[in-house]
């Protein structure tokens, strides 16, 4: 581990090494190399914009920006949580937000030529909405500047914000993501600062806000959870009305944080898969590269899609 890495995770610094399992040939990505990688790079330095593809060391940055996909952190770099699993830089954010950011992320989403855009953000306890103002003004920039562009958010919980899902939901993103992450009983180790069930109500609120709103979660296997549980987790994400579902392997950002159980196989991904679209939902991803964001412009045209179809032959929205 780098001498700077406390740093970006103080209440960690001192825990013993987590030791994971050695990785498996199907987990091996390449490094962001190309010469599309860098321009996105510049592109964000340039407008003090952050990736979630560089803090949550995403696996498939390399894939994403050669050709030209990120996905932008908005509310700054520093989460109040402390997630056993996260790598996103952790503290007392510093500082006022941002009033430029949603005019920057615009700008970027134009230059960028993108059709599809997903916004997430950091957790921001320390403010009264949680963020969702920032939201909001970065999805109204986003239409009046680039209109054909769809947009996705992947929000916080927003735990004790009041109607934050509500107002960004008023907001009309075409995809509503926030992710459960795990099974309930590994909650208080792997995401203490927020409540399963809390959680759950949050993509259930946003279905009742506004059916038209496309919902999304996922969550992460290897991380010590049961077939069953991961299974229960369907069905109270169908519950819910979620329409789309990710699944993906947990990978250890550094020693600090939690080990990885184990390293789900191929197979079984390929199994969680075919259970999850027999359990109704339009749209399942389950690889073990698999993250929240990645090919969101190809799965989003898929998805709608699919509502499309089953609508036609007398299928469910949900």
Known sequence: MSDTQPLRHPEKARKPDQISPRKPAWIRVKAPTSEEAAEVRRLMRDKNLHTVCEEAACPNIGECWKHKHATFMILGDTCTRACAFCNVKTGNPKGA?????????????????????????????????????????????????????????????????????????????????HNLE??????????????????????????????????????????????????????????????????????????????????????????YRAVAQAKGFLMVAATPLTRSSHHADRDFEALRAERQRRSHVGGTLT
């Open 97 to 177: 937000l941002d009033q430029a950011e949603p005019d920057n992320l615009a700008d970027s989403v134009k230059a960028m030529g993108l059709k599809h855009v997903v916004i997430t953000s950091v957790d921001r306890d320390d403010l009264a909405d949680g963020g969702a103002s920032q939201f909001v003004a970065c999805i109204e920039r986003i239409r009046a500047l680039t209109p054909d562009c769809t947009i996705e958010v992947l929000t916080p919980d927003f735990r004790d914000k009041g109607d934050g899902p509500e107002v960004i939901a008023r907001a009309k993103p075409d995809v509503f993501n």
């Open 182 to 271: 795990t099974v309930p009983r590994l909650y208080p180790g792997i995401r203490p600062g927020a409540r399963y069930f809390e959680s759950l109500r949050l993509l259930q609120r946003v279905r009742q806000t506004d059916p038209s709103i496309f919902t999304k979660s996922g969550i992460m296997v290897g991380l010590g959870e049961t077939r069953v549980e991961v299974l229960q987790v369907m069905d109270d994400m169908r519950s819910a009305g979620v329409d789309f579902m990710t699944i993906g392997q947990y990978l250890q950002p550094t020693l600090k944080h939690v080990a990885v159980d184990r390293f789900v196989t191929p197979e079984e991904f390929d199994d």
